[in-house]
């Protein structure tokens, strides 16, 4: 296994293994409004492919041998001029391939995050987790984030 940026020769794996939690997302009762729609995989990898070069993207995986992916994460710098900290890092996206939980190898992605944002001096990561999800939930605490902030939705 070798933790790589992902680039446009794994466009197709990053595709399917977002598809994959996107299919997660969808099966979640939630609101009923709630969906991610079709084609959103491509689209978002396709952006976050063209972000790279801002140097503003964080966009690595985990791969095998045989070039698939088994963890994948993406995040991005959001300028915040408003706030003292001026700058987060927002983790948009923490996939790992089913079948490949539990080996760790998101917490190694993470890990290379957090240098990868004290680099930038950024002092913040945040990100959103579905309440849904429990196993994000609990996946999220067990690696010192703490809820910030609640976000509610009426559906009207």
Partial sequence: MQMIEIDEELRNEAIF????????VNSYKS????????????????????LKESKK????????EKKQILSMLIAK????????EEKIVYLE?????????KLGLMKKLLAELEKWTKKKSIAVIELRAL???????????KQNYTDFYVRFRKRI
């Fill in 57 to 64: 993207v964080f966009f690595y995986g985990i791969i095998n």
């Fill in 77 to 84: 710098v959001e300028e915040r001029p408003f706030l003292e």
């Fill in 131 to 141: 309440s849904e999800n429990v196993e994000a939930v609990s996946f999220w605490k």
């Fill in 31 to 50: 609101d009923g409004l709630f969906k991610v729609k079709p084609r959103a995989s491509t689209k978002l990898v396709d952006l976050f492919l063209k």
């Fill in 17 to 24: 293994i977002l598809n994959q939690f996107f299919k997660q």
């Fill in 93 to 101: 996206y923490a996939i790992t391939r089913k079948g490949f939980e």
